[in-house]
């Protein structure tokens, strides 16, 4: 599959995104950051999203990283993904 993607996307001009997002992606945070999931999440955010990155958060649940992204990074857009319904109906409501 990678050589697949590979010969789509070498020379075309998607190629210096998917460069740059797979710099970015590759690249496993340092071990410091596993330690406390939430805190450590917390950080690597701070360490990676810029002012104006736009940012998914996928299992969103109660919204507490896109809290976090969208402090971080106020001039992007953000989507928050959600599958259990009474938490995705919560996070709907929540203000922004």
Known sequence: MKRKITRWVKGS???????WVWRRVATPPPPELLENTNESMYAFIRQVVRPTDNCADIGASFGGYLEQIR??????????FEPIP???????????
């Open 71 to 80: 402090a971080i990074a106020p001039h992007g857009t953000h989507h928050a």
């Open 86 to 96: 009474k938490l995705a109906d919560d996070l709907r409501r929540t203000p922004r």
């Open 13 to 19: 001009p998607l190629e210096p995104l998917a460069r």
